[in-house]
Every structure is written in structure tokens, then in C-alpha cells.
């Protein structure tokens, strides 16, 4: 993403953040902090027969400290110490990840839409 300042405000996300797929909300406005730090987070479609994952490396987060935040997310089985984050309406994504030791999610922003 270019240009974040509409996005946020006083830190959170301004507008509501929404599945890019079905609609669905994920979070309402002032519930997540913006974040930029580069990450990693798989691809939302990998090859068939492939050892390994492909990721692409994200910068812009919405971090959400509480999980009963969202107003609609999916958790995938633990990987590690990470959970990957699902639309819980379409069972898209991956849109985030989620740390089991801090107990923090992020949202990737090129993976939502804001309304």
C-alpha cells in the first residue's frame, strides 16, 4: 500500500476493516494499532507437490492485542507459535497471523479492505 494516512487515525485504523472476498468485518474502526514492520505470511495460494511454503514479506499491520477484538476471524491450528488468520465467514486467507507467545494478532493490510 502507497499511502496508509487515510487509513489511520491517532495510531488505529480509522475505517472498518472488511474480508476482501465476502464482505465480512473483521475489526471496527479504533480497534486495531497501525504497525509497519516487515514480516513474512504465506500466500493465499501455493503450488500442488511443494516441499515448501511461499510467503511474500508484508510491512503494514493492524495489531489487535485482544483476539475477542475481531469482530469476525478464523484461527488455523498452531504452526510453531503462530496461528494463521481466516476470514471466519469464507475461510479465506491467509489475512494474518496471530504470535501464541505475546498473544497479539496482526492483519495485513494488502489483505483486507477498508470501509
Known amino acids: 500500500m502507497a499511502d496508509v494516512s487515510s487509513l489511520v ?3 488505529q485504523n480509522s475505517l472498518m476493516v472488511k474480508c ?3 464482505d465480512s468485518r ?3 474502526p479504533q480497534s486495531a494499532t497501525f504497525l509497519s514492520s516487515s514480516h513474512p505470511l504465506p500466500k ?3 503450488p500442488k507437490g511443494q516441499a515448501s511454503t511461499n510467503t511474500e514479506d508484508l510491512s503494514e499491520w493492524w495489531v489487535v492485542d485482544d483476539m ?3 469482530d469476525n476471524i ?3 491450528h ?3 507459535t503462530t496461528k494463521y488468520l481466516v476470514c471466519a465467514d469464507c475461510e479465506r486467507g491467509p489475512v494474518g ?3 501464541n507467545t505475546t498473544r497479539k494478532s496482526y492483519v495485513a493490510l494488502a489483505r483486507v479492505k477498508h470501509a
Do not use: R
Request: glycine share 12%; net charge negative; with cysteine.
Open 26 to 28: 473483521v475489526l471496527s
Open 9 to 11: 487515525s491517532e495510531g
Open 78 to 80: 498452531s504452526v510453531g
Open 68 to 70: 475477542f477484538t475481531f
Open 97 to 99: 497471523w496471530h504470535d
Open 20 to 22: 476482501v472476498h465476502c
Open 74 to 76: 478464523g484461527f488455523s
Open 44 to 46: 493465499p495460494t501455493q
